[in-house]
Each structure stands twice: as C-alpha cells, then as structure tokens.
C-alpha cells in the first residue's frame, strides 16, 4: 500500500538529545517491523517509526515491541519515553506540536533525566510457608486456632472468619515490614523512589528506583547483600536498567 499521510503515520517512541537525522538499530512496533528514525528539530529529535494510522492493542507483543526501540536508544542516549501507543498523522504534527511547542519543556526534562537509569526490583518470599510461620508467630493466632481445631466447622463460623482477618492482619504487617526494610536499604542509593501495589500473595514489593548511572554497580550490591541478610525466605527479581518510565513519561494528545 503506498505511504500517505492519511494511512501512514509515525510511531512515537521517545525523545532525545539528537540534531541530525539517523536510523536506530532496532525493528518498529507494526507487524513488518519497520525501520525506526530519528525526527530532529533544533538539537532533539523523536524516535520513530513509519505506522499505520491505528489504535495498538496493549499485548505483550506490542509492548515489548515498543520497550526494545526504547532500550535500543537507550544505549546511546539519554531518552525521555513516551506513552505506548502514541501515533502522529504526519511529520509536520510532531514538529508542531511535540518540538516546536514543547522545545524548553523537552529540553528541560532531558537535562534532569542526563545520565540516569531506571531500575524495577520485585521481592517475593520464597514459598507459602511463610504464612504458617507468620500466624506461628502470633499468641492470639495461636490460641484461636487451637481452640476451632478439633471443633465441628459448622459451631465455629464466627471464630474462622475471624481468624482469617486476624492472619490476613498479620501478612500485611510482615509485608510492611520487610518491605520497609529493604526501601530503608535501597533508597539512599536512589534519586526517586516508586513503589506500586503487590501483584501477587507472595510478593513483598515491587518499586522502581531512579539512579546515577555511575551508582548501578554500587545498587546491585546492595541488593546482594539484602538477599544474604534476609535470608532464603525473600527472593528478588530485578529488571533493567531500562528508560525512567515510572519518573518521566510523556503522553501526546495530538489536536
């Protein structure tokens, strides 16, 4: 089908420091993976590549699409990430309204951004034993739970449901509190710090942490060595470093 710009438009990635026009080694979001460029104005440039005028679906498949040009330019370039699914008409949109428009502001957040990384960390203990320990630990727990044991359930409905709330009670404390242990380990080391909601029971926390380049060696040993002194019970999972999207996003609604 032959580029128009009522069929064709441009794919939105992100924003850099760039005053020339070059390609990005990495494959586009659309299906043909096509090529992905810069478009300058003045010394930015937006990522892009060439796509279809259309709304993308937020599959894994396209948000890993759109997370790897990211990464890719992220080798090269401090870069200001914009909001998946992001598609201009046409050139001339962008440089109306994204560069010329929002010059000082683009520039402003690329300067504050100049040489940081994000990073995402996820704790989980390690297996569902650790909610028997938790009510284990626990006197009033204990005893509630002995008393109903060998009682028929049908006499203790009232107690069972109030021994769930009470180990329900328990987990969220010890989630706090490890939790709070770790983000009193890792965020010195940090310029930002956000924490979002627990996936799943098992999971402690999940949060991202915006860093110094230069600080990413000194924040993966301190995470080794909260993994050595909390113990086999709490496992970590970490991912990146990737573009600061939980610091600086920028999301175009085009008029």
Not at 26 to 44: C, K, M, N, S, W
Not at 148 to 153: K, M
Request: negative net charge; glycine residues 4%; hydrophobic residues 40%.
């Amino acid at each position: 089908m032959p580029e128009t710009d009522m069929l064709i438009g441009k794919y939105l990635y992100g924003v850099i420091r760039c005053a020339d026009s070059r390609a990005i080694p990495a494959r586009g979001i659309h299906e043909h993976g096509l090529r992905v460029y810069t478009v300058p104005y003045r010394d930015l440039a937006v990522v892009v590549s060439d796509s279809p005028c259309e709304e993308y679906d937020s599959t894994r498949r396209n948000m890993m699409a759109h997370t790897r040009v990211l990464e890719a330019v992220m080798q090269q370039h401090t870069v200001l990430p914009i909001c998946f699914g992001i598609v201009a008409p046409n050139t001339e949109t962008i440089y109306e309204q994204l560069l010329v428009e929002h010059y000082d502001d683009l520039v402003a957040k690329l300067d504050q951004l100049r040489g940081q990384i994000e990073l995402g960390l996820k704790a989980f203990w390690a297996d569902a034993q650790i909610f028997h320990e938790i009510a284990d630990q626990q006197p009033t727990i204990r005893a509630l739970r002995d008393s109903i044991a060998t009682r028929p359930p049908e006499s203790t409905y009232n107690e069972r449901i109030s021994l769930g709330e009470l180990v329900e009670a328990a987990v969220v404390q010890r989630r706090q509190s490890d939790s709070e242990q770790i983000l009193a380990s890792l965020s010195p080391l940090a310029r930002a710090t956000v924490t979002h909601p627990v996936l799943t029971d098992r999971m402690v926390m999940n949060a991202a942490f915006l860093l110094d380049r230069a600080e990413e060696a000194r924040f993966d040993t301190a995470v080794r060595d909260l993994d050595s002194n909390m113990g086999p019970q709490i496992l970590f999972k970490s991912v990146g470093p990737v573009p600061p999207y939980n610091f600086v996003t920028l999301n175009v609604i085009w008029r």
